[in-house]
């Protein structure tokens, strides 16, 4: 089971952008399908963007596509949001998350902050 450590996040004002990291240790981390979730103040955990083992198909929650990109590189065992045209609806604690059949692993999380 991989550990996972997410980072990147912090304060910026709407249109900006910020980049969330997701460091994996183990050396099966490119066996793991990786997504990142959010949870805003008082609401459910949401998918917000996934991405296969290879890197070569990606997913995306409705309201990010055409803003946030997903990406991995399994050479470093990290896999990236870059997140532009950030709303502040986008404000929430962001967790990766990384799964191979039945075994999952969770990131701490990273706040983001979109002021308006």
């Known amino acids: 089971q991989v550990q996972l450590v997410d980072s990147g996040g912090g304060l910026v004002q709407a249109g900006g952008s910020l980049r969330l990291s997701c460091a994996a240790s183990?050396?099966?981390?490119?066996?793991?399908?990786v997504s990142w979730f959010r949870q805003a103040p008082r609401k459910e955990r949401e998918f917000v963007a996934g991405?296969?083992?290879?890197?070569?198909?990606?997913a995306y929650v409705d309201s990010v596509k055409g803003r946030f990109t997903i990406a991995r590189d399994n050479a470093k065992n990290t896999v990236f949001l870059q997140m532009n045209s950030l709303k502040p609806e986008d404000t929430a604690v962001y967790y990766c998350?990384?799964?191979?059949?039945?075994?999952?692993?969770w990131g701490q999380g990273t706040q983001v902050t979109v002021s308006s």
């Open positions: 991405v296969n083992r290879s890197g070569s198909s990606t």
């Open positions: 998350n990384a799964r191979l059949l039945r075994v999952e692993s």
């Open positions: 183990g050396p099966t981390f490119s066996s793991y399908a």
